[in-house]
């Protein structure tokens, strides 16, 4: 086997190693059964209890209350930008509230306003994105069928706290990119969603955790697949779900739960990470693009000099540091460190950073 | 390591061992690279060259004409039932011609009938979907903005030949069940589209095959991930795509392409498999579903008296013959002996089925 470098990749994003090892035990047949989890159905019964074991596990994690309904989805968050306004906000004859924090926010704007009328309450394009709107600054719809937010911004590393209020609508959140890497108060949201390849295993299942209310005033007449309600109804095998996908986000959860041993843990480690970076960024030799009171602690973005940039990745791969450019909107550089990226590769990197700094500053 | 059983699940299905063991050998790490392909970003240079060989290998392997475009997309075929029509009958103000050969079908058609007219040319639905249409009863429309069909009904087990023509309209063909079965003349297709989770790997993928001046006259402001001009444009990668799905089903196409020698051997194989069941079928012990003349090279349907189904299937799983039970709207049993179901296991179900038939007959 090679050896494993430490990938910070924006996502897909590392894996937990354990998970992977499972997954690689019994890949060319499960035990007793004698079918891959590459081939098995999802009419079989291991696949129910999968999917039992997995809504279960989450349910109990995030302490999700009964009156969500969790279905596994297909298309990533890209297809929810589409999705979410056609089911919540086709023929409401409301608007519907957009707070932009970031890429992902703006392209989620741009297809519901294909389902309807959008308000954007707020966007912090001015400053590049590098901040949170100040709670006055938020311009909200008197009624509006939703507000919507993206929990955490990839690209620019600005990150919503937990559990953030906005008025009397319902709150729908994309927490593709922050999912279980801290508790969240499910109750206070009307909806949130998340594609799995980053805390959640790998690209090709989608999250979403549904109110009931929200549910049930959903648009009627859409196309079958696109409806939330079919999958609701069908608890996620109306057509073949990713059952690959759904069984690695089975042992993610596994590991968050036994390994780890809960999500306030999990938060711990994410928050312990995290500092050892941002307390490297000293705003001179090293810039931090997000402001310090909304930091990111799965994307940790920075700049330094330009011509710094290229010595800056050459020096990291020597040492197996992977995947630290950052997007070109920013600049400069990356490291996301989501759950799964252990605290060792966060130190060498840490280092590293301080030792290029001593060198070139 | 359990030891492998012979799986006839009609999908998710049976996937080449060679596939799986090279996917299990480098699971924690790829070599050289020392990242998972579960992890692994679709941005990254490997995945470059996943999705250029894939495209390429497929190109050789069915002989896509260079005026036809590859895209991998999410959602199955469930998703196509309603991609297809939002793209190319929307907004046409002409009708869909559809040939219903099948459960599948029926599917297909209701989910077009809310974009546009549709024209059923052809039902079977009067012999539960046990043949195909005679030429002279297909009711095609005088100018159609396609012809839609499914080329291998799995619940039916009625097949299509490869290379069907049904008049002048662009012919659009579900190959999900059929896919890489035997050569195809794509030429006489204006779109094929298949779900890997049969003959080209694990569910979560969906691979079409779209001709340029069908793209060209699609519909406009279509959402930008239903639209099959957003994957074209951006070579399947505008979003994240099923990257591990993507990564087997290039490991499926190598196996085709090397082990077996390309789709005509695999067609042999194939129609060697299914002979070695059709042939115990003998209108009194054992009856066919599908008419002789179209019965599937995927899916082997068939009935015997039903009290005898129980003992069938229990005898069948102490061979390690699994998932054999027919559809409920067939009843009987349903042998999928897809691309990858070993010669082996079809000879021990069909030695197996004429023993059965001896001791009960």
Chains 1, 2 share one sequence.
């Not at 209310?213 to 079958?224: S, V």
């Amino acid at each position: 086997m090679t050896q494993r470098v430490y990938n910070f990749s924006p996502g897909p994003a590392v894996l937990p190693l354990p998970v992977m090892e499972a997954a690689q035990r019994d890949l060319l047949a499960l035990p007793g059964i004698g079918i891959s989890p590459l081939e098995i159905s999802h009419r079989h019964k291991w696949f129910d209890g999968v999917l039992a074991d997995t809504k279960g596990t989450l349910r109990e994690l995030l302490g999700i209350p009964q009156n969500y309904q969790i279905v596994f989805l297909q298309g990533g968050a890209s297809t929810q930008f589409s999705m979410v306004p056609m089911n919540f906000l086709r023929g409401t004859n409301l608007p519907a509230d957009f707070v932009v924090t970031g890429a992902w926010g703006g392209k989620a704007v741009a297809e519901a306003q294909r389902e309807g009328t959008v308000n954007v309450a707020w966007d912090g394009k001015a400053t590049n994105y590098d901040r949170l709107p100040a709670a006055n600054d938020v311009k909200l719809s008197p009624q509006a069928a939703y507000v919507h937010i993206t929990s955490n911004e990839t690209i620019q590393g600005v990150q919503f706290p937990a559990n953030p209020t906005f008025g009397a609508a319902p709150l729908i959140s994309d927490l593709s990119s922050d999912f279980l890497c801290r508790p969240v108060d499910v109750g206070q949201y009307g909806m949130i969603y998340a594609c799995a390849q980053k805390n959640a295993g790998i690209s090709s299942v989608t999250i979403a955790i549904i109110r009931d209310d929200l549910l049930e005033r959903g648009a009627k007449n859409l196309p079958t697949m696109f409806d939330f309600r079919t999958h609701v109804k069908n608890d996620s095998v109306y057509n073949t779900p990713p059952v690959f996908a759904i069984y690695v986000f089975q042992l993610i959860l596994q590991w968050i739960k036994n390994d780890i041993g809960g999500l306030a843990k999990m938060a711990a480690h994410n928050a312990a990470k995290c500092k050892l970076l941002y307390d490297v960024l000293d705003g001179e030799f090293y810039q931090g693009h997000a402001q310090p009171n909304c930091r990111s602690t799965m994307n940790v973005t920075f700049r330094m000099k330009e011509e710094l940039e290229k010595p800056f990745i050459k020096g990291a791969e020597q040492l197996q540091l992977m995947e630290l450019k950052g997007h070109r909107s920013v600049g400069g550089m990356r490291a996301s460190i989501y759950n799964a990226m252990p605290i060792e590769g966060v130190k060498i990197l840490s280092e590293y950073m301080q030792d290029f700094r001593k060198k070139n500053g």
